[in-house]
Antibody
Framework: DVQLVESGGGLVQPGGSLRLSCAASGFNFSSSWMTWVRQAPGKGLQWVANIKEDGGVKNYVDSVKGRFTISRDNAMNSLYVQMSSLRVEDTAVYYC??????????WGQGTLVTVSS | QSALTQPPSASGSPGQSVAISCTGTSSDVGAYNYVSWYQQHPGRAPKLIIYGVNQRPSGVPDRFSGSKSGNTASLTVSGLQAEDEADYYCSSYAGINKWVFGGGTKLTVL
């Protein structure tokens, strides 16, 4: 079975940094585009960033460009997002997602990031 | 990268059918047959229920169906059951490896 387990969430002050990790198993990680999607408390889903199988292509939503960096380690079957210059509006549950046939096929359970002073 | 437009709520009685709309633009929903739908129960991660406008992943009941006309996609849930009560989100490819979601629709089974 596909498993995606996020970690690294927590409380951080505005302007601070945080690195989220996602451990993947049960599928060929190195052959899959991977994505981060977030959901602010009580709000809808927002696509944040994705990364190609070999890490050679990375895309971001405009609101995080220059502040977030998505990366992956195919040898460790792991996905990451380095978040810096965090803002209160970045507060959300962050989901690690395996892309499928032009869709978001499998989701982790999410990790909560709270940006507050 | 504006969000797709969904009604905030929808409802129906057990056994009835309900349709949820998802309106985008000619740059996303209207441009690609890459609309997908997700079901999210409270406190749970979203689950893919429709991809490619009208394709169901293995294990998803055929009570769930999708369609698209122009810039608007729709999810229809037939034979409503209590467990269908959840939030539903649409998503569309928006070009240049970017994706956009709808604001979500809370489906209530009366």
């Amino acid at each position: 079975d596909v498993q995606l387990v996020e970690s690294g969430g927590g409380l951080v002050q505005p302007g601070g940094s945080l690195r989220l990790s996602c451990a993947a198993s049960g599928f060929n990680f190195s052959s899959s585009w991977m994505t981060w999607v977030r959901q602010a408390p009580g709000k809808g889903l927002q696509w944040v960033a994705n990364i190609k199988e070999d890490g050679g292509v990375k895309n971001y939503v405009d609101s995080v460009k220059g502040r977030f960096t998505i990366s992956r380690d195919n040898a460790m079957n792991s996905l990451y997002v380095q978040m810096s210059s965090l803002r209160v509006e970045d507060t959300a549950v962050y989901y690690c997602v395996k892309e499928g046939k032009w869709s978001f096929e499998q989701w982790g359970q999410g990790t909560l990031v709270t940006v507050s002073s | 990268q504006s969000a797709l437009t969904q009604p905030p709520s929808a409802s129906g009685s057990p056994g009835q059918s309900v349709a949820i709309s998802c309106t985008g633009t000619s740059s996303d929903v209207g441009a690609y047959n890459y609309v997908s739908w997700y079901q999210q129960h409270p406190g749970r991660a979203p689950k893919l229920i429709i991809y490619g406008v009208n394709q169901r992943p293995s294990g998803v009941p055929d009570r769930f169906s999708g369609s698209k006309s122009g810039n608007t996609a729709s999810l229809t849930v037939s034979g409503l059951q209590a467990e269908d009560e959840a939030d539903y989100y649409c998503s569309s490819y928006a070009g240049i490896n970017k994706w956009v979601f709808g604001g979500g629709t809370k489906l209530t089974v009366l």
